[in-house]
């Protein structure tokens, strides 16, 4: 999922993405060069250039990465199966790894003991069980069906939730039909994703400019919220996020379109600012962009305002990132490398914190870094168990203790157990992807 980006970043981005290419590719040999497809602002300051150092240590050569930027799984998608563009390593979204397993559009990750260099330790295996192989693994998606076997295309870069961003000084709970509340907080997780279908929060919220995020919260609304009217309980997160069959897709089609009638539009990476600048009051957000809006995107913008960040009790979107070497890579070896090199504990803590998003890799490193920026010690402190992510059997506490008012900031960072297990993955929707974006068009009208 795309982090955030502000406008004058964007501007930055795009003149990266015309210039690199020309600057880095030159008269060098392919072998020289390894291509790196990603979201735009995915990596911390730095990085690239340290892993053209760290390769040149372990393997005695030269490597210069060259990064291109999308914005789309989609778009990617097109670079690598119709146009069969040579990217070394890419980032695609966990159901777009589904996806491209299944297309034939990716290959296995290495053995790099067998590269044969010394100074090369294998930290691809430093991952939680909450995204490897293992009755906790969430994204059972890369799965290898000769073998049996999971995580032998991928590595998980960073995951999160789908909720709701929220101001939590916004008034317009107060004209709300569904009842009497005491504040804005209270009443957003009262109501879960049905807030998005009162009459009193008309123009006061957006929705993503995506299907499959908008999907989220209108097919839970409409088959788990008791206030829909197709309310199903017998329903589980999981089936109506991945509802895909005619009758239970026109009934979420209804509902949706409703939800949009009532929104103030789409967006699609500016809703972190409407809302910090009260342009808007909620909007659909991801766990990540969530915390950077309600933390330092505010000290970016000159702007305060406060906000809140909920994943609805009846339940959402977990999803990942990670990196994958596709069918057409040309410089495979630095591929696996690139891949072994973000799974470096040190390396991971410093993606995470310049991303906002949460690692997968569980290291002393990764809690060690939660308890310098999150620890609190005041006698009011919110014990959070973070032992479902870093393991029972690791030799530290995992158990950290977050001040009250930092609470919700930090669990969009790392959430709770509880919450992760009302949530589920979103697949891919295979032949029915045509049928999804159909109803993306008549809903939108785009």
């Given amino acids: 999922m795309k982090k955030r980006i502000t406008i004058a970043a964007m501007v930055l981005v795009l003149a990266m993405a015309i210039v690199l290419p020309v600057v880095l590719t030159g008269c060098q040999d392919r072998g020289e060069i390894l291509k790196v497809y990603t979201w735009s602002e995915y990596l911390g300051d730095g990085i690239a250039e340290e892993f053209e150092d760290y390769y040149t240590k372990v393997t005695g050569k030269k490597v210069t990465v ?53 100074e090369l330790v294998d930290y691809r295996d430093g991952m939680s069980d909450l995204v490897m192989s293992g009755e906790n693994n969430l994204f059972k998606y890369d799965y290898d069906k000769e073998t049996g076997e999971y995580n032998v295309y991928s590595r998980t870069y960073m995951w999160g939730t789908m909720g709701i961003l929220y101001a939590m000084d916004s008034t317009a709970y107060k004209n709300s039909s569904y009842g009497v ?13 049905s807030v998005f279908s009162d009459p009193a929060m008309k123009d006061v919220f957006k929705f993503k400019n995506s299907m499959r995020d908008t999907y989220v919260a209108s097919s839970i609304y409409t088959l788990l919220n ?110 696996n490398l690139w891949i072994n090199f973000m799974c470096r504990p040190d390396i991971a803590v410093r ?9 997968g890799v569980a290291s002393q490193e990764a809690f060690d870094y939660l308890v310098e920026n999150w620890e609190s010690d005041d006698s009011d402190a919110i014990a959070v168990d973070l032992s479902y992510f870093f393991g029972t059997d690791c030799d530290f506490n995992t158990t950290i203790m977050i001040a009250p008012e930092d609470y919700d900031a930090f669990t969009a960072l790392f959430p709770t157990r509880e919450v992760i297990d009302r949530c589920a993955v979103m697949l891919d929707f295979g032949a029915a992807t045509a049928d999804m974006n159909r109803l993306w068009r008549d809903v939108t009208g785009q």
């Fill in 351 to 359: 993606n995470m914190d310049y991303i906002c998003y949460t690692s």
């Fill in 181 to 193: 509340y005491s504040s804005m907080q209270e009443y957003v997780e009262a109501n879960g994703w």
């Fill in 66 to 118: 060259k990064i291109d930027l999308f914005d789309e799984n989609e778009l990617m998608y097109t670079q690598i199966n119709t146009s069969k563009a040579d990217y070394d390593v890419i980032c695609p979204s966990d159901y777009m790894i589904e996806k491209m397993i299944n297309d034939g559009l990716l290959l296995k990750l290495e053995d790099i003991s067998s590269y044969g260099y010394e």
């Fill in 226 to 335: 008791e206030r829909s009217k197709y309310y199903t309980p017998s329903t589980t997160v999981s089936s109506a996020l991945n509802a895909t069959d005619s009758a239970t897709v026109a009934k979420i089609e209804e509902m949706m379109l409703e939800q949009y009638k009532l929104s103030k539009g789409l967006e699609n990476d500016e809703g972190k600012e409407e809302i910090i600048s009260g342009d808007i009051d909620m909007v659909l957000q991801w766990a990540g962009d969530a915390l950077y809006a309600m933390t330092s995107l505010q000290e970016e913008l000159g702007l305060s305002r406060p906000l809140n960040y909920f994943v609805p009790y009846e339940g959402s979107n977990i999803f990942s990132d990670g990196w994958c070497i596709p069918k057409y890579a040309k410089n495979i070896e630095a591929a």
